[in-house]
């Protein structure tokens, strides 16, 4: 995976996390752009009401930031990394180990590319 461009323009729902419970009817959803192995984005949906990435990528491997406004008024931040996966149908997953800065343990998310 050495397209240098290779997240730019897709989206990605979030499936699973051991966070929290997925909402199935309005999961997380993630958009990506990506230029030169730099990578930012936006996402929303479930419990976020706005947040924002930034971060890179090097091959199968992409490192963000990311910091989030919440429904409740509260705001989140942290970091992750992310393993991209091809999925059997030819899209892609990002499989995702994430901390919150406040509390310091790991958590995974399985995030499924939008066809």
């Given amino acids: 995976m050495n397209d240098t461009d290779l997240l730019n323009g897709r989206r990605f729902v979030m499936i699973s996390s ?3 419970e ?3 009817d309005a999961p997380t959803e993630f958009a990506y752009e990506e230029s030169d192995g730099v990578v930012w984005g936006h996402y929303t949906g479930d419990t976020v009401v706005h947040g924002r990435f930034v971060g890179t990528r090097d091959a199968d491997r992409v490192q963000i930031s990311y910091v989030h406004l919440l429904k409740t008024g509260d705001r989140a931040s942290g970091r992750s ?3 991209i996966e091809t999925a059997e149908d030819g899209r892609l997953r990002l499989v995702e180990e994430f901390q919150f800065e406040d509390d310091g343990a790991v958590h995974v998310s399985v995030c499924a590319e939008v066809a």
């Fill in 18 to 20: 051991t966070a929290s």
């Fill in 22 to 24: 997925v909402n199935t």
């Fill in 81 to 83: 990394t992310s393993r």
